[in-house]
């Protein structure tokens, strides 16, 4: 199934205006500028004319006050936010260079035409970190260019907040996701929480949404979440259409991908394309409570984790298909207990790969990197 070809046309827009042009080169095809706008939300908080590039060192945007009575179930970090390492926003626009390595070998249990498969983890912001581990396993050059002929990549979700260039990272996969596709292979994405998140921000802002415990806001949800000023100011429509295209469950060789460690997806329908279909339709209709209710669904985690958890896996693939399920949203130190929070506060976090679990059946792709983790880039199946 394509990404988003299941939808009709669904355009988000900076104020709920139809684009003026089409998105620029890089962009992935099928959102017409001419597509239909889906019902107006309430006035966005910047005009269509937020300036392209970033300042050389973003500020720091200070956290806002938890909304008031967050539902049991909802699970936003606990710690002041945002997170940035020190040393790592010195620069959005200078580059260090990439050194590559060699192309992926050959899968041969991929399908016919079709390379081998990686999967990259939650990535928040973290650009330079994203080209230097893409280049070690040889999925980019030293410009940040596809390299890897016709290999297949996947992203699980989580592209912005926390770390200082979340734009830069849509960017850099929209390219790729091009260039992949041009060279016989494809990169593509699935929708993470904060995907919902930042489409939610720009499109209902302040707006009281009905948590299931009260009132909340989008606009504060981002916000504790490590919501960066500078993402928004840089946030365009064609990144708002791309993002309210994204699948939310795809199968791959054996591999459930899933951005979410949780059943919720069982909520929106029986079948990948139907929880797909369901999704892009919640997304079009553009109801803030509905949004809401979705984008607090999936920050659910844990599912997997305990005593039961090999049960919940086994939920989701005798509905969707697969052997095991994929997975980022819940950094591993954060799975294990090692940290007490999603943003754990430590000067390094141990992580040197994925963390295969629930009697084998699942693997979290989250390394932490907004811990002072890893970004974590792996070739599927897992070698031994």
């Known amino acids: 199934m394509t990404q988003g070809a299941s939808q009709g046309p669904m355009v988000w827009t900076m104020a709920g205006e139809t684009p003026a042009s089409v998105p620029p080169p890089g962009v992935p095809s099928g959102m017409s500028a001419g597509s239909p706008v889906p019902p107006a939300g309430p006035?966005?908080?910047?005009?269509?004319?937020?300036?392209?590039?970033?300042?050389?060192?973003?500020?720091?945007?200070?956290?806002?006050?938890?909304?008031?009575?967050?539902?049991?179930?909802y699970t936003p970090t606990a710690r002041d936010l945002p997170i940035i390492e020190p040393g790592r926003t010195e620069t959005l626009i200078d580059?260090?260079?990439?050194?590559?390595?060699?192309?992926?070998?050959?899968?041969?249990d991929?399908?016919?035409?079709?390379?081998?498969?990686?999967?990259?983890?939650?990535?928040?912001?973290?650009?330079?970190?994203?080209?230097?581990?893409?280049?070690?396993?040889?999925?980019?050059?030293?410009?940040g260019s596809w390299a890897a002929g016709n290999a297949r990549l996947w992203f699980l979700g989580d592209f912005t907040d926390r770390g200082p260039d979340g734009i830069g990272v849509i960017d850099l996969v929209m390219q790729l996701s091009a260039e992949a596709a041009a060279a016989g292979g494809y990169c593509k994405a699935l929708m993470g929480n904060h995907e919902l998140l930042l489409l939610g921000a720009k499109r209902f802002g302040d707006t009281p949404v009905q948590s299931g415990a009260g009132t909340a806001s989008f606009q504060a949800a981002w916000l504790l979440n490590g919501g960066q000023k500078t993402d928004?100011?840089?946030?365009?429509?064609?990144?708002?259409?791309?993002?309210?295209?994204?699948d939310a469950v795809m199968e791959e060789d054996g591999h459930l991908l899933v951005h979410s460690d949780t059943t919720a997806y069982l909520d929106y329908g029986d079948s990948i394309e139907a929880v797909n279909d369901t999704v892009h339709d919640v997304l079009t209709r553009s109801e803030a409570d509905e949004v809401w209710d979705l984008f607090r669904k999936f920050t659910k985690r844990f599912a997997f984790r305990d005593e039961s958890g090999s049960q919940a896996v086994r939920e989701l693939l005798d509905a969707y298909g697969g052997d095991r399920v994929v997975h980022g949203h819940s950094p591993i130190p954060y799975l294990l207990g090692e940290v007490g929070a999603e943003d754990g506060e430590s000067e390094s976090v141990a992580v040197d790969g994925p963390h295969v679990y629930a009697d084998g059946l699942a693997i979290a792709m989250d390394g932490g990197i907004t811990m002072a983790g890893k970004l974590l880039v792996v070739q599927l199946p897992l070698a031994g």
Not at 95 to 108: N, S
Not at 124 to 139: M, S, V
Request: aromatic fraction near 4%; charge should be negative.
């Open 43 to 73: 006035p966005l908080h910047l005009p269509a004319g937020s300036p392209a590039a970033p300042p050389a060192a973003p500020p720091v945007v200070p956290p806002a006050a938890p909304p008031a009575d967050m539902p049991e179930e």
């Open 110 to 143: 991929a399908p016919d035409g079709l390379g081998p498969l990686y999967v990259v983890g939650d990535v928040h912001g973290y650009y330079d970190e994203l080209r230097e581990a893409l280049a070690a396993e040889g999925l980019i050059d030293a410009d």
């Open 95 to 108: 580059r260090p260079a990439v050194v590559p390595v060699p192309e992926p070998a050959p899968d041969p």
């Open 232 to 246: 928004m100011d840089r946030l365009e429509d064609h990144h708002l259409q791309w993002m309210a295209r994204l």
